[in-house]
């Protein structure tokens, strides 16, 4: 075995593997320790071009058939299976997520290939009858639907796998070719997912996988106008921009969350106390979908507390790689510092904080803020860390009212025993998803996913991503026997 905990890939253009690129060679380390978990070349703009040009040339030569796109993405999600273990570790050290999550993702990865296997063969148009129109009876019409070409996948740190398997899979599943740039801090997971797809039978020109800085290659990825569209999940920041950029071609853009749980009086508040501790804790709340404020109706927020507290101070900290462990490491040192600086922020303007302050390295211990200024940046942006906010309300309008005062609408939970209230949410609150009796933090990958406001456009999940990743094209037959 070399120094590497898994061998090098390099980036895949062109219909090969490349172990030498413009941008030089960079060392992934693992988060919580720096052990160095592999290396990776980065590309530049010379290389995306040259993935372009081949992938281009991949979608010209004839899209696979619906069958042939179907066995492989099932096949490639045997593969995964077969390696689950492995992928969880190579997950877990280069992104810090603890190895019960990291499973969980390597399983919803394959889950996701399988969807994908399954929508590849029922993508399907629609009849219109416009033979019902005075003039028109001559003739049929239906709509069919058609591949784009090249769809571009941008992934984020935070789902290594799992990010680009929702649009990579989609993508292929729908007729496509692909071109795929992971997160640079997280990309070894993602060339496994390629490495999968390619042994499973995929053409190696119809995905490319270039990796290397967002900031240096970005533009020319997205500037390109022979890519004809945009899967993006990340930030809002770099959504926004990447929309700008693009003109009239076509964007998923998956951003940013500032997620709203509701425990009403009438709720199970135990039930919602363990649930929002996963919520709000898992992958050390850097979750898109993560509980960042937890809104509890004031007859009942002493109860709320008493059972929540305890379970987030018995909460594990540290290593990734120990199964005990619940709550692993940020991404960085850096990311940690930033955390606990918009903390100590807001403490020192009023919030009440409920846990002990710790933080070694990278490790940021959950914290529990208690009323703090709804203002503030670590209440009302996106805090991806460890943190989350307790407030009361009073009537249930209220609940609403603030559950909505965030520029975010990702997916939001509320806890109570009345289907009258739960409804009444699920029309009122302006988030993609509402979660009745969970919280925000539920997520299965068939379903539509996506978000409002400024959490983004379009929805995910392979059926949606199909049909956001296709055109719906008309065809009219004149001739007709009336
Ligand atoms: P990020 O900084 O926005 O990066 C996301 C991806 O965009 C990375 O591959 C990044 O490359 C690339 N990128 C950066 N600048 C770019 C540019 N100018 N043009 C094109 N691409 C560019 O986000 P992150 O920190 O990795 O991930 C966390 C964010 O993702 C959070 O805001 C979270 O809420 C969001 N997220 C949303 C969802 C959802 O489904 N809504 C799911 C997961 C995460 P580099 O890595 O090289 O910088």
Redesign the pocket.
Known sequence: MNAFEIAPRGLLIGGSWRDRASGGLHVIRAPYDGRVVGQVPFAGASEVREAMDSAVAAFARGTLTPTQRSAILRSAAARVRDRADELARLLALESGKPMAEARGEVGRTATVLEEAAEEARRITGQMVAVDAVPGSEDRIAFTIRAPLGVVGA??????PLL?PAHKVGSAIAAGNAVLL???????LSALELAAALVEAGLPADFLQVV?????????A??DDPRLAMIS????????R??RE?LGLRRAT?????NAPLIVHDDADIEAAARAAVAGAFGYAG????SVQRILVQERVRSRFEAAFLPLVEALRVGDPLDESTDVGPM?SEAKALEAEASIEAAVRVGARRLTQPRREGALLWPTVLADADMTLPVVCQ?A?APVVNLHSYGDFDEAIDLANSTAYG?QAGIFTSSLGLALDAARRLQFGGVIVNDTSRYRVDRMP???TKS??LGK?GPRYAIEEMTEERLVVLKGVPA
Do not use: M, W
Request: net charge negative; hydrophobic share 35%; with cysteine.
């Open positions: 941008i992934t984020p740190f935070n789902g990010s740039k992971p997160a640079s801090a997280t990309p990796v290397g800085s967002g900031n240096e290659i970005g533009d990825l997205v993006f999940t990340g930030s809002t920041a770099v959504g921009r990447i950029r853009l998956e951003l940013g969350g850097q979750v898109c979908i991404l996106e991806f990702l996913y996506g978000g959490s983004g995910e």
